[in-house]
């Protein structure tokens, strides 16, 4: 048997991508989405299309009630900027849904026997997040050597951030090699029902602009007139 790897899967350009390369390095795919409150549902429908075209062992998703405490655009009813992103972190950050996501994914993976987990954090062509950054991931990665029963009785999780250091349109064709189809993910702060993306906030800039960089079509729906 394969060795069994949970990769988090959002629906977004860069989890597709991260899948793929699960898939190619010949790990069993367990793929988990998180319902966490999220303005719109179009990503994790997203998620399912993805997972299904990618023939996952298995697709979960969790929900969690991060609106219940907001503090973000994507789980509060406030606007979502529309001007780029300046050297303040954005509205959009949601307050530690990576850790949760990351705790989440670690404790299906104790269950699943598993000791990889993969997740799309970029640092590159991103908004500024904290959780994205390469030392949140070495402080993550400590914490699974202590956290587990799997960790202390000697197998210790490996996360894996194959998309850490690489750009968008680096992503893009690197994506684009493994056969990912990304008219079938939403990386929109704010997609309509249909899955459309916006055209305007940060997600749909550097996701244009990746695909600009990597001289790629860009296959993205967008609402009519954007």
């Known amino acids: 048997m394969r060795d069994r790897a949970v990769i988090l899967v959002s629906g977004g350009l ?12 010949g790990f069993a795919l367990h ?8 303005r719109h549902c179009s990503e994790l429908d997203a ?3 993805v997972c299904k075209t990618a023939a996952v062992k298995a697709h979960k998703i969790v929900t969690i009630d991060l609106r219940s405490i907001g503090g973000s655009a994507l789980t509060e ?5 529309r001007t780029g992103v300046g050297n303040s972190i954005p509205i959009t950050y949601v307050p530690a849904r990576n850790t ?3 705790s989440v994914a670690m404790a299906w993976a104790e269950v699943l026997g598993a000791a990889d987990v993969f997740i799309g954090v970029n640092a590159v062509d991103y908004s500024g997040y904290p959780d994205c950054r390469p030392e949140f991931i070495s402080a993550f990665q400590q914490l699974a ?12 999780l490996q996360l894996h951030t194959p998309l850490i250091h690489l750009s968008k349109a680096e992503i893009i064709r690197k994506g684009m090699k493994l056969g990912v189809n990304y008219e079938q993910t939403v990386s929109c702060y704010q997609a309509d029902p249909k899955g459309r993306a916006c055209g305007v906030c940060d997600s749909c800039r550097i996701r244009r602009a990746g695909f600009v960089q990597a001289g790629v079509p860009d296959p993205t729906r ?5």
């Open 47 to 49: 998620a399912t299309r």
């Open 31 to 38: 793929a988990l989405s998180v319902d966490y409150g999220q």
């Open 222 to 226: 967008y609402w009519q007139g954007t």
């Open 100 to 102: 949760i996501m990351l």
């Open 145 to 156: 050597r202590v956290a587990t029963k799997s960790a202390i009785e000697g197998r210790t």
């Open 77 to 81: 009813d406030l606007d979502v900027p």
């Open 14 to 25: 860069d989890s597709a991508t991260v899948l793929a390369m699960a898939r190619n390095e």
